[in-house]
């Protein structure tokens, strides 16, 4: 029988003294505390990683790549658009549509394709023979375009063919804002930069995707800040979805790669070329270009360049974690009430990262013109988010490992 120590005494204003030495009952109450301190100091990482991060996405932005545009207050001659036809024909045609539906006037766009392509050929009639303001001039070549380097190839064919003062290299799967060459054109004149790429954003059209594309979108910035600094390393190293030139830099950057012992595998990639005085700009275009959204390729569509492993998928798991963190001591805190310290801390540790990820939500939003409506239910959208993210990734790991091993294969051979 346990020991039971009962001490009554009769005056009124004394209390009832009862003490349970139960081993259970007290080892069920140091085990509550502890789970319940616990909780309270995983809340509070996970709402101290919320804060870091939200500063850091909405905050932490340095001017130096802030894209601000305004319409052309003169004249800069001929653009030329350079579009190489590849991929979905449905997404080539709304990228050239959207062409001619640009607002500065002095533009001419030369189509560049593989002549062995026939849905491409037929396109590319069909565009010339209509009736525009823009003059359209095809440059077919005899070789397929699907590689990066078979493009630079196209293109420095299709040069021939340009009278602007400008190029724009534009990619086939983005969509063009109605004043985005005339914003590009003239911020890069007022500020004398010689080559100006853009960011594209996304968009999205149907409802399941305006749902999850916040939280797709908040998944790949946290990703984004962790590998920051190996970003920078290798600045540059694909084609940007649009990039704007001159011509005088474009002839520069042509006459070095043409030099005897330069790899030309990238003729527009004016970022290395720095000691001949081109002036180069990085921005964000998401208001100006943007692609339609696709949630289960997030990530392929925005960043193609980026590099999964095991570390990024960590992060992605972690922000999952978080979001359910934020829930679990909201509820805890909801049904235990806020009688002591811990469980106070923990309702409002939870609180602090349940709002922040419902502003970030709210944002994210915003900038993809998705559902804002949406956002005080943001955690609903964002475990999917997380698992589609994963499985994006794991796709992409296993397509880069069999191109590595077929590439070794070829080069072994």
């Given at each position: 029988m346990p020991l039971v120590l009962l001490v009554v005494t009769f005056p009124s204003h004394f209390p009832l003294v009862y003490i349970d030495t139960h081993g259970l009952v007290i080892l069920e109450e140091c085990v509550g505390s502890l789970?319940?301190?616990?909780?309270?100091?995983?809340?509070?990482?996970?709402?101290?990683?919320?804060?870091?991060?939200?500063?850091?996405t909405w905050f932490g932005l340095s001017g130096g790549n802030r894209f601000l545009a305004r319409r052309a207050s003169g004249a800069y001659g001929v653009i030329t658009v350079f579009v190489p036809m590849y991929g979905a024909v449905e997404k080539v045609?709304?990228?050239?549509?959207?062409?001619?539906?640009?607002?500065?006037?002095?533009?001419?766009?030369?189509?560049?394709?593989c002549e062995g392509e026939r849905r491409f050929v037929q396109m590319a009639k069909e565009f010339r023979g209509a009736r525009s303001h823009i003059p359209v001039r095809a440059a077919p070549v005899s070789f397929p375009i699907d590689s990066q380097n078979d493009?630079?190839?196209?293109?420095?064919?299709?040069?021939a063919l340009a009278?602007?003062?400008?190029?724009?290299i534009l990619d086939p799967e983005v969509i063009l804002d109605r004043y985005a060459i005339e914003t590009a054109v003239e911020f890069a004149g007022s500020n004398e930069v010689s080559a100006l790429m853009l960011r594209a954003g996304v968009r999205c059209r149907f409802l399941l995707q305006k749902i999850i594309a916040p939280s797709m979108e908040h998944l790949l910035q946290m990703v984004r800040i962790a590998n920051r600094r190996r970003e920078k390393k290798k600045a540059m190293e694909f084609q940007?979805?649009?990039?704007?030139?001159?011509?005088?830099?474009?002839d520069v950057v042509n006459k070095i790669n043409r030099m005897p012992g330069i790899l030309n595998d990238a003729a527009w990639n004016v970022w290395g070329y720095q000691m001949e005085n081109l002036r180069t700009f990085e921005g964000d275009?998401?208001?100006?270009?943007?692609?339609?959204?696709?949630?289960?390729?997030?990530?392929?569509?925005?960043?193609?360049e980026r590099r999964y492993g095991a570390s990024t998928a960590s992060f992605v798991v972690g922000s999952a974690a978080m979001a359910l963190l934020s829930v679990v001591g909201l509820a805890f805190g909801i049904i235990h009430g806020i009688d002591n310290f811990a469980g106070a801390s923990i309702l409002a540790f939870s609180g602090v990262s349940y709002l922040l990820m419902w502003t970030s939500y709210f944002l994210f939003a915003r900038?993809?013109?998705?559902?804002?409506?949406?956002?005080?239910?943001?955690?609903?959208?964002?475990?999917?988010?997380?698992?589609?993210?994963?499985?994006?990734?794991?796709?992409?790991?296993?397509?880069?490992?069999?191109?590595?091993?077929?590439?070794y294969a070829n080069y072994a051979k």
């Amino acid at each position: 029988m346990p020991l039971v120590l009962l001490v009554v005494t009769f005056p009124s204003h004394f209390p009832l003294v009862y003490i349970d030495t139960h081993g259970l009952v007290i080892l069920e109450e140091c085990v509550g505390s502890l789970l319940q301190f616990g909780l309270l100091f995983v809340c509070w990482l996970a709402a101290l990683a919320t804060l870091l991060v939200f500063l850091e996405t909405w905050f932490g932005l340095s001017g130096g790549n802030r894209f601000l545009a305004r319409r052309a207050s003169g004249a800069y001659g001929v653009i030329t658009v350079f579009v190489p036809m590849y991929g979905a024909v449905e997404k080539v045609e709304r990228a050239i549509r959207s062409i001619f539906g640009q607002s500065y006037p002095f533009v001419e766009l030369v189509l560049i394709y593989c002549e062995g392509e026939r849905r491409f050929v037929q396109m590319a009639k069909e565009f010339r023979g209509a009736r525009s303001h823009i003059p359209v001039r095809a440059a077919p070549v005899s070789f397929p375009i699907d590689s990066q380097n078979d493009r630079v190839r196209a293109q420095e064919q299709a040069q021939a063919l340009a009278r602007g003062r400008w190029f724009v290299i534009l990619d086939p799967e983005v969509i063009l804002d109605r004043y985005a060459i005339e914003t590009a054109v003239e911020f890069a004149g007022s500020n004398e930069v010689s080559a100006l790429m853009l960011r594209a954003g996304v968009r999205c059209r149907f409802l399941l995707q305006k749902i999850i594309a916040p939280s797709m979108e908040h998944l790949l910035q946290m990703v984004r800040i962790a590998n920051r600094r190996r970003e920078k390393k290798k600045a540059m190293e694909f084609q940007p979805p649009f990039l704007l030139i001159n011509r005088e830099a474009f002839d520069v950057v042509n006459k070095i790669n043409r030099m005897p012992g330069i790899l030309n595998d990238a003729a527009w990639n004016v970022w290395g070329y720095q000691m001949e005085n081109l002036r180069t700009f990085e921005g964000d275009g998401s208001r100006w270009i943007w692609r339609d959204a696709d949630v289960r390729a997030w990530s392929s569509s925005i960043d193609p360049e980026r590099r999964y492993g095991a570390s990024t998928a960590s992060f992605v798991v972690g922000s999952a974690a978080m979001a359910l963190l934020s829930v679990v001591g909201l509820a805890f805190g909801i049904i235990h009430g806020i009688d002591n310290f811990a469980g106070a801390s923990i309702l409002a540790f939870s609180g602090v990262s349940y709002l922040l990820m419902w502003t970030s939500y709210f944002l994210f939003a915003r900038r993809l013109r998705a559902a804002a409506w949406f956002a005080p239910l943001w955690v609903l959208s964002h475990l999917p988010a997380a698992a589609l993210t994963l499985a994006e990734m794991r796709r992409i790991s296993r397509k880069r490992t069999k191109e590595a091993a077929a590439n070794y294969a070829n080069y072994a051979k």
